[in-house]
């Protein structure tokens, strides 16, 4: 089972090489779907080193957003499985083949990590739990992390989700549209370390965040 591994990037010059070699060293059949958002930091010039035919390179002209990089990605992306990997190292990759082995197996066609949020600063950690209790208020659910960036389905799923917002709203709406499509979503725990540099998620990100998941509670996905 191939994975497609989504990976929006904008201003991570320092990291990103060192990502996609983390995500490489991972024992998977799988391809990484890289999308520069407009860097201005040096960050076009190494992912376009980094292209190969595991390594599939694409730029935007101009800066969109986190959403309008995963929809590129997705776009571009043959795998049967599709997750977003952050250009940082707040995820470890080496929890991948954990969250894919359900699918393989046929047990769920959405898996999220949960993450620990012990390590984010205090406005963080209450602004998390905040979102994702309004979600599980709106959509009757139970989930325990909807802001993770690992969120794990099949490409079918991801591609029938017809996704709208351009930022980091972008979360919710997918968490949104894939609960009001029917689908469950199986939590795995994953290790995290929150970062502080360079750092693009803000609390007012919340504010775009709770009005996708108020815009999308009557959503409806397209026939097959």
Not at 118 to 124: A, C
Request: with cysteine; glycine share 4%.
């Amino acid at each position: 089972m191939r994975l497609s591994i989504l990976m929006p990037v904008f201003n991570e010059a320092a990291t990103v090489a060192a990502v996609v070699a983390r995500v490489q060293a991972v024992p998977l059949d799988q391809e990484i779907v890289l999308v520069d958002d407009a860097s201005s930091d040096g960050t076009p010039a190494i992912v376009d080193r980094l292209a190969s035919d595991r390594v599939k390179v694409m730029h935007h002209t101009v800066n969109r957003g986190k959403g309008a990089g995963i929809r590129s990605a997705l776009d571009a992306a043959t795998g049967d499985v599709i997750v977003i990997q952050d250009a940082d190292f707040e995820y470890d990759p080496q929890d991948l083949p954990a969250l894919l082995e359900p699918i393989a197996a046929g047990r769920a066609d959405v898996v999220y990590g949960v993450r620990s949020l012990h390590t984010q600063r205090l406005v963080m950690r209450l602004g998390n739990r905040f979102v994702t209790l309004v979600t599980n208020l709106l959509y009757r659910r139970r989930l325990s992390d909807m802001e993770t960036c690992y969120k794990m389905m099949r490409r079918e799923i991801a591609q029938r989700l017809d996704l709208e917002c351009r930022r980091f709203d972008v979360e919710a709406e997918i968490t949104a549209k894939l609960v009001r499509a029917g689908h469950s979503i199986l939590e795995l725990p994953i290790r995290y370390e929150a970062r502080y540099e360079n750092k693009k998620l803000s609390p007012l990100d919340g504010l775009p965040t709770l009005r996708a998941l108020w815009r999308y509670r009557g959503w409806n996905p397209r026939a097959a």
